[in-house]
């Protein structure tokens, strides 16, 4: 069976300086967990001078494509042409990849040519020429145009010639796992999954916490939240999602608290329980898809509150995200279908009508002893449902 090969550029490696190598492991290491979950045990990963080299069988470029799309830590990835380092071969692959452009509609190119093998014996500025003059002399509707190419044929000249055009743009970031461990509050909405989307791009690996509240949520909430750690996972090496059942903390808070503190006093429960099961799990520091002053809850005073019970760092990388720029990434990860599916989660329920908008701290630790939730919140927690 013919093999395909395909060309990807690490993305924020080159910053790391002598910690380069660690980082370019884990990349290694992602990229063969992928392939192994794709049941691909006849690929080949090489990785030599800042890329990496997959072999794969031609059938499988759909699965390929597909995996090189989620993975983080990438700039960008293409199939590519290999041949022999020399002149003859590479200028037949440049017309190749010529065909490919002007069978796409596009009649201007350039010649984009490195050599990092210093021993061939054109320069990169005579490689761009004869490939230019090859392809123009071969397809004569193709003319080259430096400024404003409609595409680009890239020659790297390293052990072997690589040639190729196009390609697709990767999702950078750092490779998940060269940034430790963070537990992501996942609720059934548009701004969590995109939290931990973001953080997983910065190289964390990701578990998620979820609270359900049956029977006043539905199956159907918790189905949804699954759902929703499944695409997320898809970008994160995984998630272990824990489903913490809450109906007897809320329905404390319903019962015991002011009726205009509920919300935040139930965030307060929330992000202690979150702290425990970080703990657990030996998570550094809790995710949430927080927005400042998008909804009640998260003015800056009320932030204040529902973060003041925990030691843990809280991450919010949405923090000063408007709702259109949200909504923008959850459709481009695959999350927002499913996140505006009809539902109703923890923070909805028993919403108070006039919730407080600016709490004061010590006001709300004082309301938070007297519902003695401790008990409660460890309870949930022993009893919790794990989804890998």
């Known amino acids: 069976m013919m093999n395909d090969v395909w060309l990807l550029k ?35 990963v090489k990785f030599t001078k800042g890329r990496y080299y997959l072999q794969t069988p031609c059938d499988k470029s759909e699965q390929i494509e597909n995996m090189l799309s989620h993975l983080v830590g990438i700039s960008g990835w293409a199939k590519v042409i290999t041949c022999e380092k020399n002149v003859e071969a590479i200028l037949s692959a440049c017309i190749e990849e010529g065909k490919k452009i002007t069978a796409k509609g596009i009649n201007t190119f350039k010649i984009d040519a490195r050599r990092t093998d210093k021993s061939f014996p054109l320069t990169s500025y005579d490689l761009c020429c004869k490939g230019g003059e090859a392809v123009t002399d071969a397809l004569h509707d193709l003319k080259v145009d430096i400024h404003n190419p409609g595409d680009t044929i890239r020659v790297e000249i390293r052990e072997k010639a690589f040639v190729y055009s196009g390609g697709s743009k990767g999702l950078g970031g750092l490779p998940v796992g060269t940034a430790g461990r963070g537990m992501l509050l996942l609720s059934g909405g548009i701004d969590s999954p995109v939290a931990g989307f973001l953080m997983a791009c910065r190289g964390m690996n990701i578990d998620a916490v979820h609270f359900h509240s049956y029977p006043y949520t539905s199956n159907d909430a918790k189905q949804k939240a699954v759902r929703l750690s ?26 015991k608290a002011p009726l205009p503190w509920t919300t935040v006093l139930l965030r307060m429960a929330m992000m202690e329980a979150a702290e425990k099961a970080a703990r657990k799990t030996k998570c550094k520091a809790l995710i949430t898809g927080e927005s400042l002053s998008q909804v009640a809850s998260q003015t800056i005073e009320n932030l204040n509150c529902t973060q003041s019970r925990i030691k843990l760092p809280v991450l919010r990388p949405l923090i000063g995200f408007d709702k259109h720029s949200i909504i923008r990434e959850a459709q481009r990860i695959g999350t927002y279908d499913v996140s505006i599916e009809p539902h109703v989660d923890c923070c909805m329920l028993f919403s108070p009508a006039h919730p ?8 709300a630790n004082a309301l938070y002893e007297t519902l003695e939730l401790d008990t409660l919140i460890d309870e949930a927690i022993a009893d919790y449902e794990v989804v890998k």
């Not at 407080?356 to 006001?363: A, S």
């Open 230 to 255: 499944r695409i997320t996972g898809s970008y994160c090496m995984g998630i272990k999602l824990y489903i913490l059942n809450f109906t007897k903390v809320q329905m404390r808070i319903k019962e």
């Open 10 to 44: 690490p993305a924020e490696l080159s910053l790391k300086g002598d910690n380069r190598k660690s980082f370019e492991g884990v990349l290694k290491s992602n990229i063969q967990r992928l392939l192994a979950a794709l049941g691909e045990d006849k690929t080949k």
């Open 356 to 363: 407080v908008l600016h709490g004061d701290v010590k006001e």
